[in-house]
């Protein structure tokens, strides 16, 4: 049985292989044995596994995975065998999401509606999660707020902005091209009035629209209430591969008196003015980090909940994640690799 590793280097280069590995024969008493069908790819952060001290020779790749229940634990109450089953593969598990078989614990897995497919099931886990923890646990969003979606053609984008909408919450995106210009605007409801999903779509890619200007026009010059980053310029001369990233002082003036800030920038450096700036304004600023719910076991119960709802709005088509053609399990290397230089601005996954 093969499953899809990543070997670090010593000068930061990183490998994906795929090698044989097997599966345990004895499982946990609240282990479950899973039969993987999709298995979506993510990128992986090394610097995490070095600091929680998972550093091994070889890191499993494809943690978001949907498959069959073929055996459980003698006390696994969650579930039974030929349940149909989707979750994410904890940090430090040993088994690669594209494993034919994997052996996971039942508190990180939830039940998949009949309805929704492997493929679509495996690739809206990640991003949902992250969309819920950015939105719910980190802004506290509520109805008739304005929101802003940096990069919001991305995959984690596009579920932020579904379910930004579904909750009554104004919108803005930017987007990095006239092709992510084209697709947002395009954004519609599955259900009810066929209006926009979006107030408005921000070409940051045109030097003629400035970000600051366009979002005051659209608050009436009050700000965003909640601002979702995918990375910030911290200084005015920084790598050409960052330019399209919006500057921190650009952030900070577009925010609202009582605005949620929630940043993906793990190195994100405020001097005292902009601090002074944020207490003026009595602005709160959080790190988007989704793998502190499989990191820690302190909020279990919520993970779950939050999962559960994730396929529950997949399957009203609330949520509707943009995707690549299904890729074979010979492709998975490559296909990794673009994923790991964020090369592909779609989830992609495999099928088994």
């Known amino acids: 049985m093969k499953g899809l590793y990543c070997k670090p280097g010593d000068q930061g280069d990183v490998k994906f292989l795929l090698r044989e590995t097997d599966v345990p024969n004895n499982i946990g008493n609240h282990e479950v044995k899973v039969q993987v069908k999709s298995c979506a790819l993510s990128p992986v952060d090394f610097k995490l596994f070095e600091e929680l001290k998972l550093g091994k020779e070889h890191i499993s790749v494809g943690r978001e995975i949907a498959g069959v229940v073929l055996q459980v634990g003698p006390k696994v109450t969650f579930f039974q065998p030929e349940d149909e089953v989707v979750g994410i593969l904890p940090l430090d598990a040993e088994l690669s999401g594209l494993c034919s078989v994997v052996i996971i614990d039942e508190y990180n897995l939830v039940q998949k509606p009949e309805k929704v497919s492997w493929f679509e099931a495996a690739a809206v886990m990640k991003d949902g999660l992250r969309a ?27 579920l932020a902005i579904q379910l930004a909408h579904f909750h009554g919450v104004k919108v803005l995106a930017t987007a990095l091209s006239a092709e992510d210009q084209k697709m947002l605007e395009e954004l519609r409801p599955s259900v009810g009035v066929q209006e926009s999903l979006l107030a408005r779509v921000i070409k940051v890619w045109d030097s003629k629209e400035s970000l600051v200007d366009t979002c005051l026009e659209e608050t009436g010059g009050l700000g965003v209430d909640i601002i979702i980053d995918s990375g910030v ?4 001369e920084e790598p050409e591969t960052q330019l399209h990233l919006p500057h921190k002082h650009d952030l900070i003036t577009l925010l609202a008196v009582g605005g949620h800030w929630v ?69 998975a290397t490559v296909s990794m690799e673009m994923v790991q230089k964020k090369q592909a601005r779609k989830r992609i996954v495999l099928k088994l």
Do not use: C
């Not at 506290?140 to 053609?153: P, Y």
């Not at 310029?233 to 005015?236: M, N, S």
């Open 233 to 236: 310029r911290l200084f005015e």
């Open 132 to 158: 819920y923890t950015a939105l719910h646990t980190l802004a506290r969003m509520a109805a008739g707020q304005t929101l802003l979606v940096l990069d919001g053609a991305s995959p984690f984008g596009v």
């Open 263 to 331: 940043t993906t920038e793990q190195n994100l450096q405020l001097d005292p003015p902009d601090s002074h700036i944020l207490f003026m304004k009595a602005v709160s600023l959080s790190f988007l980090n989704d793998e502190v719910w499989t990191a820690s076991r302190a909020k279990q119960g919520r993970y779950l909940h939050i999962l559960k709802d994730v396929v529950e709005k997949l399957s009203v088509g609330t949520f509707r994640p943009q995707l690549e053609d299904p890729v074979p399990l010979y492709e």
